[in-house]
């Protein structure tokens, strides 16, 4: 990461079931920053639709993106270290939340350790069955694209200290290392999701 006196936004990044919504409230809570959960922010025709077991299409994901990327340019531009959780499979989709400062931390792990974690939840729409679709869609990004990758097998807290450690974070000024943010709650001002 290029050194600047701006901490950066993360975007944590992977297929559904890498853990991207329990390292960010870590890392949240770690570091005092804003967090948002960007699935919170997909129109309830997108929920539905993957709760029927039907994968997103572009058309779909667009607006989706588009919300996420305006929270990102919001912190951005005021200066203001975040963390928002986004699948970000496909370049495409990450250049369209590429901004200065934002760092993309790709959670990897095979698709084993990724389908038990998925099967082991209870609380999320997606069912485990479109665990395929997104394995075939990723695109892991590639060393021209700012980012950070961390491997799945081991805890949340283990993983969110590797974030920490690689990228040289430290608290927001004025935060606790109890935080402020958790996991699905931004500080900041969110734009509402598209079709709520």
Not at 83 to 89: D, K, Q, R, W
Not at 97 to 106: A, I
Not at 139 to 151: L, R
Request: charged share 20%; net charge negative; proline share 7%.
């Amino acid at each position: 990461m290029a050194a600047s006196e701006q901490q950066p936004v993360l975007v944590i990044m992977g297929v559904s079931g890498s853990g991207k919504s329990t390292v960010a409230g870590i890392l949240a809570g770690q570091l005092g920053w804003d967090l948002e959960e960007g699935d919170d922010l997909h129109s309830e025709e997108n929920v539905q639709k993957m709760a029927s077991g039907l994968p997103l299409t572009d058309e779909d994901r667009w607006p989706w993106l588009d919300t996420i990327a305006s929270w990102i340019i919001e912190h951005t531009m005021a200066g203001i270290p975040g963390i928002i959780t986004c699948s970000a499979l496909k370049k495409v989709y990450r250049d369209r939340l590429r901004e200065k400062n934002v760092v993309f931390v790709h959670l990897s792990g095979s698709k084993e350790q990724i389908g038990r974690r998925l099967t082991a939840r209870m609380d999320h729409y997606m069912p485990a069955t479109l665990l395929d679709s997104q394995i075939a869609t990723l695109e892991a990004p590639g060393p021209e694209e700012n980012t950070v990758v961390i491997d799945v097998g081991r805890t949340p807290a283990e993983e969110a200290a590797e974030v920490v450690r690689e990228l040289g974070l430290s608290p927001a000024p004025g935060s606790t290392t109890l935080g402020h943010a958790r996991p699905g709650h931004s500080t900041a001002t969110t734009p509402d999701a598209p079709g709520r």
